[in-house]
């Protein structure tokens, strides 16, 4: 954090130095991003991603929208690039980001959003995607499971491969249901003290206990919980890092 | 630039490894930011800047106010952040920046402006600040003149310090009689190739000739313009690099 001399701060774990939260999913048709928060074209940069198909938003936060013209670079080939958020971030990206939506600038390589509103289940490619409407302090925030056929022969029995809940203060019943039994949970813990808007580890775990996921990865985690917190996890509890990489 | 390979691009200098433009000036009175681009954050936390006053920003183009939010920890102490920009620029903060503008967060600790349009000179601490009003494409955007006292003895004979124009296509000659000599101009040279709303180095050139400052530093610039250009440029003229420290 800016100014701040904490352990973690100071930390020469490399680990211990977080950007924006943020995925990239590949798949062998299409890749996306999940959010493109203030860190996006240093993250873009640090993994050298060569392609974006389309962007999926959780919410309108600062911290998951602001990189969100540097997408430009990504959808210059095509001339547009597909988004897809509830209405009502739909709505502040539409605001913040006025100048793209309303097609303001005619040189050619800016970005040209194509929104598309999410209010229900959807298709990336082969990925079916599930909105998750999850509390965020007084707000109502998406996040997303990803599924795709088992196999070629069965493509209907979709497998739970990642449940992604980045920033949430509670989990209701129903959404624990959608997800049960996903192969990975990735899941806001802040830190150890509770907090407002996010849940804290002992919440997160909680959640965990009730969806029974194989691995758990803790993100949009604090300067108040350090890498290291990691070997007091449970097992197949993991603190995810910047640059992480998971192979389905 | 993402999913670019040129050479400078992949360039071994570290120089070559831009982020977006923007000066801190620390006064002995004060400190404060010219603009605070995405990048806000990553650059906070390397120069390890401890303290940020107050904040004016040239327009309101993306890769100049994304990283706002971010002032808020410069802010926690006082409770609010002063914000210096035009008429116009202040109504894009007001607009993407709606949360923090309309105070719709309750929590401590998140960022409260405290708007200054800039509609004339204004000071920050014994620092005299008179807005340059300068063509960037079809819009107006503004640089900034910083003058000092020349000494104690006779505070008010100015002493012209730094001219930084970041973004422009062109320089009226009436600004040019403003920062006419003055000691450092900052001035965007985007790349050799002319560009509509940018100073290409000709261009950038020939408005030092006019200027004539002791030394000319370029901003502002594109992966077409490697560092190891400044051995090209005339004397006392600089390419600017990410971390540079001018003391005056």
């Known amino acids: 954090m800016i100014g701040c001399d904490c352990d973690v701060c100071r930390s020469s774990d490399p680990r211990d130095k977080r950007l924006r939260s943020s995925i990239y999913i590949q798949t062998p048709e299409c890749s996306f991003v999940v959010d493109t928060g203030t860190d996006f074209r240093t993250q873009a940069l640090r993994e050298n991603i060569r392609h974006v198909n389309a962007v999926i938003f959780t919410h309108s936060h600062t911290d998951?929208?602001?990189?969100?013209?540097?997408?430009?670079?990504?959808?210059?080939?095509?001339?547009?690039?597909?988004?897809?958020?509830?209405?009502?971030?739909?709505?502040?990206?539409?605001?913040?980001?006025?100048?793209?939506?309303?097609?303001?600038?005619?040189?050619?390589?800016?970005?040209?959003?194509?929104?598309?509103?999410?209010?229900?289940?959807?298709?990336?490619?082969?990925?079916?995607?599930?909105?998750?409407?999850?509390?965020?302090?007084?707000?109502?925030?998406?996040?997303?499971?990803?599924?795709?056929?088992?196999?070629?022969?069965?493509?209907?029995?979709?497998?739970?491969?990642?449940?992604?809940?980045?920033?949430?203060?509670?989990?209701?019943?129903?959404?624990?249901d959608l997800i049960s039994g996903v192969k990975i949970l990735i899941i806001d813990a802040l830190r150890e003290k509770p907090h407002p808007t996010h849940l804290n580890v002992e919440q997160a775990l909680e959640v965990a206990r009730r969806v029974r996921p194989n691995q758990t990865y803790f993100t949009h985690i604090a300067h108040e919980l350090p890498q290291s917190a990691e070997s007091r996890l449970p097992s197949r509890t993991h603190i995810a890092h910047d640059g992480l990489k998971l192979n389905l």
């Open 64 to 176: 998951h929208i602001m990189g969100f013209d540097d997408l430009r670079r990504f959808a210059y080939a095509r001339g547009y690039m597909p988004v897809y958020a509830s209405a009502e971030t739909m709505r502040d990206l539409e605001r913040v980001f006025a100048f793209a939506f309303k097609g303001l600038n005619p040189f050619p390589g800016y970005l040209k959003p194509e929104p598309h509103v999410v209010d229900g289940p959807f298709e990336l490619g082969s990925t079916t995607i599930i909105p998750l409407p999850v509390p965020h302090g007084n707000t109502l925030v998406n996040g997303y499971l990803f599924s795709r056929g088992r196999n070629r022969d069965s493509p209907r029995a979709l497998e739970k491969l990642v449940a992604y809940l980045s920033d949430c203060s509670a989990v209701p019943d129903a959404i624990v």
